[in-house]
């Protein structure tokens, strides 16, 4: 059965900087779509990050530029590393697998394994 859990969530300040990880078993790492998903309070999850089974990886808008998502097959884990945070960045931060290789889009639905989330805070 897949396990994901995440970790690395914490508390900044603007402009700093954190780094995610999602640890990954029952399942290998680089031939399926993996992504990180965020739930800001009273607000609907959204696609930050993804990351097919061929490499290619796509981001919100909102944080291109300041985000990079990897993956490290032989660790068997997801990785978000986040830069230049924002007040807006704050959120509970989730990795989600989908399991085939092509990422189609950002969208939630397609994936339908979900970690448990950790918590990011970002202050002004």
């Known amino acids: 059965q897949v396990q994901l859990v995440e970790s690395g969530g914490g508390s900044v300040k603007a402009g700093g900087s954190l780094s995610l990880s999602c640890k990954i078993s029952?399942?290998?790492?680089?031939?399926?779509?993996m992504g990180w998903f965020r739930q800001a309070p009273g607000q609907e999850r959204e696609g930050v990050a993804i990351?097919?089974?061929?490499?290619?990886?796509t981001y919100a808008d909102s944080v291109k530029g300041r985000f990079t998502i990897s993956q490290d097959d032989a660790a068997r884990t997801l990785y978000l590393q986040m830069n230049s945070l924002k007040p807006e960045d704050t959120g509970l931060y989730y990795c989600a697998r989908r399991p085939f290789r092509s990422c189609p889009s950002l969208d939630q639905d397609v994936f339908p394994y979900w970690g448990k989330g950790t918590q990011v805070s970002v202050s002004s």
């Open positions: 029952g399942a290998a790492v680089g031939s399926r779509c």
């Open positions: 990351i097919g089974g061929d490499g290619t990886t």
